[in-house]
């Protein structure tokens, strides 16, 4: 056996117990109860038993990715239309919309998952409470940068 096969196989099992274990996967396939909102044949999407407001709600894809950009294009077409569906059917003025991506960067399920977060009235502390500090960009490196990942976009849409 190479070397890549074996590095093939670890992942194959590696990724069939992600599947296995998936909390998310197993609301999907209906092994564990949810307040279930709208379901397609891409997405399924319920209330958040801990939610920061009420109304706070989950759109999952059904098919087990980590991360965004593991996750094939027209399960995140389908599931932005459902984000919207659920806070219209809300009536929210207000809302986020939140998507994480790794440890670091506060994702606690590894299942791609957008959170549709009511936020009821600007002083209230229910909701997602965000106050990130803003940085002044160096203008020239923000012009490099820019330059560069244009490049890389480049060929990629």
Known sequence: MTALSLSSSIMASVAARSLATCIFCKIVKGEIPSFKLVET????????????SKGHALVIPKDHAVKMHELPDEYLADAMPLAKKIAVAQGLDNYNILQNNGRIAHQE????????????SAGDTEGLVIGWPAKKANMDELKAYHAELVGKLEGKL
Do not use: A, M, R, T
Request: net charge negative.
């Open 109 to 120: 399920v590894d299942h791609v998952h957008f959170h549709v977060i009511p936020k009821p």
């Open 41 to 52: 044949e891409l997405s399924y999407s319920f209330l958040d038993i801990g939610p920061l």
